[in-house]
């Protein structure tokens, strides 16, 4: 990426002083809504292990990994697109048949557990994870089905998009169903059917900004009071056949939908259901199958995205057959290219950041002493996680590839996975898993296990590298790295303790501030313009404080270095943000996406700070300039 900077244009717009040529240039590839930054890492990623697997599976590299070498057989099923073409949509018919001879909410009833264990959709859908409040045991929750537009906002009259997506939605079905050997009749019914199904959750769901307070997931209700929220069928056999054991709680995830549930799921509806059911699977099954039904399939979600085109039949293949394999191809990459010296040194960066951030809260100024000193036993209690896992997640020891069809060995894989999933309920919590592979080009913080973690593919330039000056690496990873322990005291994570529990461990009178601090970002953010609308600064609150925490955390860092060059360290800081994306994706993004825009991310938090506008002498009259009291600074 261009690191040629135009100084002129600092104090106006710092992200375009950094990417501004690089922007002028730049091309979205066909077969992707975005370029720049994480896509343009994720891109080489890719073209390096397609390039390896190619070797791999032709003998001219060779592999002792048995769980790779079951990749590369499930990979070549992938791309074998000669027996995938020829077989068409015959593989789906047993699958598919399944959920066509339902006859009546009672058989659907009778069959739900092998439905659920066979990765069917549900309008019921149960998983397990860490009790909230007490995670060393895993709990079941019950969560509700995704809708078919991205968000419950876009159902409004007022957005322009709904009407359009949607029909984009039917038109696509319809060609599915069509070469899927579906009547004319059929298939209209069942897109009507589908559609009215679909609708009729959208009253009983949480738009994005309420999913995005997370906290108010957590509602417990114990299992009698939970089967009552169906009187038609029985909720309760269900969960023991499925669990194979009667838990005495299920947390719910939206109480307001399951209130409705004697609405939604009844005999009167249970034909639109089925429709809805059979159009769900049919897309669920549509990647494995021809490539063009493969293609046909993804038209919704290319309309989404603003992809202009379907990608490669062999781009496919990988990005189909790396996500079944992920953890194997994760260690695989891992273990190649990013090696134990860079964990070592990214994990002594990753633990001055910690240090650094301790020592901060032991100065804090707005917390008391009593809750100043549990913030900083949560964070001695954090856990950290770079590059790759230590093992290889047991599920996949357990993935065989056998001769037939690509469909049948993933839905074989499914049964395996869900079966796992569902049998951890009520058993030790393992804190060790990881939730990315290793050649994700992503890092996070989970609550529940007060954990960050760094996946090796994030590990290079222009976030980190041994050959970008520290400067560059602090701008860069530095500021990731803090801003994921920030997330363990942003607006969500706060209210989880150094154990990962939902637990208030903060004083009335703290919380009170901190609320008021996390007001001022969101006022902060709310209502800045992009190209695709305004920002919600309620629905990015939570991330914009770990950005802060973050970039604030890093400078303090890179002020410590004897080569500190801040001019370096906030062009890096703008640098790792550069992108160009469709407007359809920004649009997206902005209705659903808890982070802000990425030319926000980049020029707003510098804002806040004193030392970007000593360190560019930006004056009340430049464009970054922002009056004293608007700047936020929490941590």
């Not at 135009?6 to 979205?28: C, F, H, P, R």
């Not at 979600?301 to 189909?320: C, F, H, Q, V």
């Not at 040194?345 to 100043?372: C, E, F, G, P, Q």
Request: hydrophobic share 35%; charged share 25%.
């Amino acid at each position: 990426m261009n690191k040629k900077v135009n100084e002129s244009l600092i104090k106006d717009n710092l992200y375009m002083a950094v990417n501004g040529e690089w922007l002028k240039t730049a091309k979205i590839p066909a077969d992707k809504p975005l370029t720049g930054g994480f896509a343009d890492l994720a891109d080489n990623i890719e073209k390096t292990l397609m390039h390896d697997f190619e070797q791999l599976n032709s003998g001219e590299l060779n592999s002792d990994d048995p769980y790779l070498l079951e990749f590369l057989k499930y990979y070549k099923l992938a791309m074998d697109f000669s027996k995938r073409d020829t077989a068409g949509f015959e593989p789906a018919r047993t699958y598919l048949k399944k959920i066509e001879d339902l006859k009546n909410l009672s058989d659907w009833e009778k069959q739900l557990t092998d439905l659920t264990l066979a990765g069917y959709p549900s309008p019921i859908p149960l998983y397990v994870e860490p009790d909230m409040k007490n995670t060393k045991l895993y709990a079941l929750y019950a969560g509700v089905p995704n809708l078919i537009l991205p968000d419950k906002t876009y159902y409004s009259p007022e957005n322009p998009s709904s009407e359009k997506l949607l029909q984009i939605y039917s038109t696509m079905l319809k060609k599915l169903l069509n070469l899927a050997g579906y009547s004319e009749e059929f298939t209209q019914k069942t897109i009507a059917g589908a559609l009215a199904f679909d609708k009729s959750l959208v009253a009983h769901v949480k738009d994005s900004t309420e999913l995005a307070d997370y906290v108010k997931s957590y509602n417990k209700y114990s299992l009698t009071k939970f089967v009552n929220f169906s009187q038609h069928f029985d909720v309760r056999n269900y969960i023991t056949a499925l669990l194979k054991h009667e838990p005495d709680q299920v947390i719910v995830t939206e109480p307001k939908y399951y209130a409705a549930l004697n609405d939604i799921v009844n005999e009167k509806t249970f034909i639109n259901m089925k429709s809805w059911l059979l159009v769900k699977t049919i897309l669920s099954v549509s990647p494995y199958l021809s490539d063009k039904i493969r293609i046909v399939a993804g038209t919704y979600s290319r309309a989404i995205s603003g992809s202009k085109e379907p990608m490669n039949p062999t781009k496919s293949a990988y990005y189909l057959a790396t996500s079944q394999f992920d953890q194997v191809v994760g260690l695989y990459y891992a273990h190649k290219y990013f090696g134990e010296a860079a964990k070592k040194d990214v994990t002594a960066m990753v633990k001055k950041m910690a240090d650094i951030y301790k020592n901060r809260l032991s100065n804090n100024t707005w917390l008391s002493k009593d809750t100043r000193e549990k913030a900083v036993v949560k964070l001695e209690k954090l856990g950290i996680q770079v590059g790759y896992p230590d093992k290889l997640d047991p599920l996949y020891k357990r993935f065989k590839v056998k001769a037939g069809n690509l469909l049948e060995n993933s839905l074989t894989f499914d049964k395996i996975a869900l079966k796992d999933h569902y049998s951890k309920w009520n058993k030790n919590v393992d804190r060790t898993r990881w939730e990315m592979s290793a050649h994700t080009v992503n890092a996070y913080y989970n609550p529940s296990y007060n954990v960050i973690v760094f996946p090796a593919a994030i590990l290079q330039a222009p976030f980190y590298s041994f050959e970008q000056s520290a400067s560059e690496n602090y701008g860069g990873i530095g500021a990731v790295i803090a801003h994921e322990i920030s997330h363990a005291f942003d607006n969500n994570g706060a209210h989880f303790d150094e154990l990962g529990n939902l637990h208030n461990w903060w004083t009335k009178q703290d919380l009170d501030y901190f609320s008021k601090l996390s007001q001022k970002m969101i006022t902060e953010f709310d209502g800045l313009k992009t190209p695709a609308g305004k920002v919600n600064g309620k629905l990015v609150v939570s991330e914009n404080i770990a950005d802060a925490g973050g970039l604030s955390c890093a400078l303090e860092a890179v002020k410590s270095d004897p080569s500190a060059d801040l001019k370096t360290f906030f062009y890096n800081w703008a640098r790792v943000w550069c992108m160009k994306s469709s407007l359809e994706r920004q649009k997206l993004l902005l209705a659903i996406d808890v982070h802000a825009p990425h030319e926000l991310r980049a020029n707003v938090q510098p804002q806040n700070l004193v030392d970007f506008y000593k360190t560019f002498n930006i004056r009340p009259e430049d464009g970054m300039y922002l009056e004293p009291e608007k700047r936020v600074n929490i941590w």
